[in-house]
Every structure is written in C-alpha cells, then in structure tokens.
C-alpha cells in the first residue's frame, strides 16, 4: 500500500528543528529520534525517506515510529488529526473560536492536538491576550484548566509568558488584578505565565499588587521565597527607608529549586551583606556542582555590580568564563548582556577602557526580554557612566545621566541615582 507521508516528513523536521540537506543533518535526526523513541528508525530507512539511497514505500511501523516522535499514537492518528497539528489550520481553528462566546473543554482538546507541535503556543499566546481583552475570564480558566504543556520547552513557555503577561500590563489594573486572583490558584497559568515574567518597570506598583497576589496563592515553598525575593528587591533598589521585615532563609527542598530562583536567593544575600564572607561564597561554588551556571548567576552578577563586589566578580568569571557566555536558548540574550556588563565593569575596574566598551559594544538592548528591558538598560548605563567619567568625556557623562534618571522616574530604582552622583562630571 502507497502511503501520503510527504507532510509527516516535514513536520518531523519542524519538530526536531533539524532541516534535512545533508547526510550530517540527518545524523543528527537520526540522534534526535534515539533519544526519544523506545524503538529507533534505522539510518538507512531514513536515508531511503529523505532520499539520500534510492526510494522504496516505507512500511506502516516506519511512519507509526515517526508518528509516536510527534505525540501521536499511529500513523493513521496523525492523519486524522493532522488539520489540527499543521500550522496555518491550527491558526484557522483558533480564528473560528475567537468568534465563539464560550470555549468548550472539547475544543481545548482539540488545540492540546496542535500543541503537540510546540511552535503552535504562540499562536494560542495571541488568542489568549485576545480572551483578555475581551475580559472572558470563563473562557480563560477552561484554556488554562485543560491545556497540555507537560512536553513544551522552556524557550517556548517563555515567550508565551512574555505574550500574555504583556497584554495584561496593557489592561486596566483593576481588571487585570481581577483576572490575576482568579487564575493565579491554577498551576499552569501561575507556573508558566505569572512567574516567569518579572516585571522590573513596575514593581514599585502594580506588580508588587501582583506579588501579593502569588502570596496569597502560593502553592509551595519556593513561591513564598520567590515573593520575599522581589519584595527584597523593591526594598533594595528603591532604597526603602524602613526596615525589612521579611527573613530572608533557605526553606525545605531549596536544592530542587529553579537554578534562577536559587541565583536570586543568593543575590539577595549578597545584596544584604556589608561584605561578601567566605561562607557565602562557598555555598555560591557548591551550588555550581549541579547547576546550570548560565542561569545560576543571572542576578547574582547585577548584584555583585550594584555592590562593587569586583573581586568576586572577577574569580567568577575566571572560573566560568565559558559557561556564562554560552547561547543555546533564545533568553541567553538577556543573560549574555549582563554578563557582558559584568565582564565591561571588571575592565573598567582594570582601566582597560576600551575592553569595556567593545564589552557594551556587543549588547544590543532592543533584544532584551522585556521583563528585564528597564533593569538590564540601568546597569548597562552605570556601566557607560563610569566608563565616561574615567575618561573625562563631558558629553557621553551628561547623556548616560540623563538615560539613567529617566529610567529611574520609571522604575523607581532611586538605587541608581544615588551610586550615579559617585561618577558625574
């Protein structure tokens, strides 16, 4: 029997995100399909499917095989749900349902069938945002109730995040709280919507509304460290006059925390501290042992910046060089500009002036995420104006002083204005 299984192919490759035009690319499929089937396809039939040996009809268990790759139990499971996994009529689907007053579970099934193709969340992102704009709280809740994310990766979950969370900065706050507190008890929605998003330019208002929120529904340890965290954050870069009533302490199961949360925990730590103690730094080097060190230190190297903890800062990137400046996801920009800073202060502190430059040269701060757009453009401008003040350059000063109080009337980050006075002309 002649089978159709030129789309199954393509979205093999879509999947995989490996486009076959060599024999190399398809060896990388060929360990790509390894490592998530019980049962592998042998290189040579997938040479004879992608047609680098002469063609032959595969066989129902080789396109079963492939099907089991997409999420699907057989090949004919697939074909039958294929209108819903293929990319334009998943975007008709949702299209047809933005003209529906009420969502049904049945039809999140079906987009749980488009899911299975992870490059399909955006496209349920912006019909999400169109849900909130039109204020259907009912609709949300069946979306986030029912929804599949199990098997969709951190990069994607996190645009989706920045997506949603984007489309409630821009809604009425009273609205926007409301549909906070009633989705915030659901996991999916707090987990990969609400927590991930950082919102810096705000946290001296509606979010910290919004901190206090997630406290309220906090479902585990690691939220309650997370909203104390931010809460220290406020406390810090506002320079809040009165004290912080909140203990900052490792609670059970800190060790299975995200490595971002971790990194934080102790970037407030190093934040509280007079001077950094060698017990601090040996617990930070332990933590390296099992850790993604790219996402490990994404605050805590701000927080040695904002301290002029230059020595630390320099035995770490003497370790971990390498690891900090690695770009294998798509948010590795946001961490690569702060490393780049941080990197652009040890030149500075070194007087290698034009180091530091060509560090700074090499961020561009419109790919910033925008959770973190205000906070990383206030580091990267201290980090021009004290570049400009050793150089005695009057005019390239004034600027960075004025970019810097501008993002401090935003954020409320009065933190930056007081170390900035240190490096004016």
Known sequence: MKYDYAQLLIDVQKKSNIAIHSIKDLKMLNIELECYL??????NTLRRLFG?????????????TLSKYLGFSSFTNYKNHQSNYTEWYFQQKL???????????????????????????????????????????????TIFNHIHVSNISHTQLHKMSSIVITSLINTQEDKALNLYSTLIPNEIFRNNITLPYI????????????????????????????VTLMKYYRHFYCEKSFD??????????????YSVLKGRYYACCIMKSNQITKKLKREIYAECENIKISFFFEE?????????EYDFLIEIFDRYYEELLESDIWSTTTSNALYL?????????????????????????????????????????????????????????????????????????????????????
Do not use: C, M
Request: glycine share 2%.
């Open 300 to 308: 805590i190297i701000p927080s040695l910046v904002i301290k002029s």
């Open 95 to 141: 299209l047809r349902l933005q003209s529906q007053k009420n969502i049904s579970v049945e039809a999140v099934e079906e987009i749980n069938i488009g899911l299975r193709d992870e490059n399909n969340l955006l496209y349920l992102a912006y019909f999400i945002t169109y849900q909130i704009e039109k204020n259907n709280i009912k609709n949300l809740q």
């Open 38 to 43: 019980v049962k592998p396809i042998g290189f």
């Open 199 to 226: 919102n810096y330019a705000h946290l001296n208002s509606r979010y910290s509304k919004i901190l206090a929120i997630i406290e309220n529904h906090a479902a585990n340890s690691s939220d309650l460290l997370f």
């Open 341 to 425: 800073i941080g990197l652009a202060n040890i030149n500075w502190k070194n007087k290698q002036l034009s180091s530091a430059k060509i560090n700074l040269e090499l961020i561009n701060l419109e790919l910033i995420e925008l959770a973190y757009f205000e906070y990383v453009s206030l580091f990267y401008y201290l980090t021009k104006l004290k570049i400009s003040y050793s150089e005695i350059n009057y005019v390239d000063n004034k600027q960075e002083k004025l970019n810097i109080n501008k993002l401090v009337k935003l954020t409320g980050f009065t933190k930056f204005s007081t170390l900035s006075k240190e490096y004016y002309l």
């Open 52 to 64: 680098f040996l002469p063609s032959t009809n595969p066989s129902i268990s080789t396109l079963n």
């Open 244 to 257: 912080f009533k909140y203990k900052i302490e490792k609670p059970k199961g800190f060790s299975n925390f």
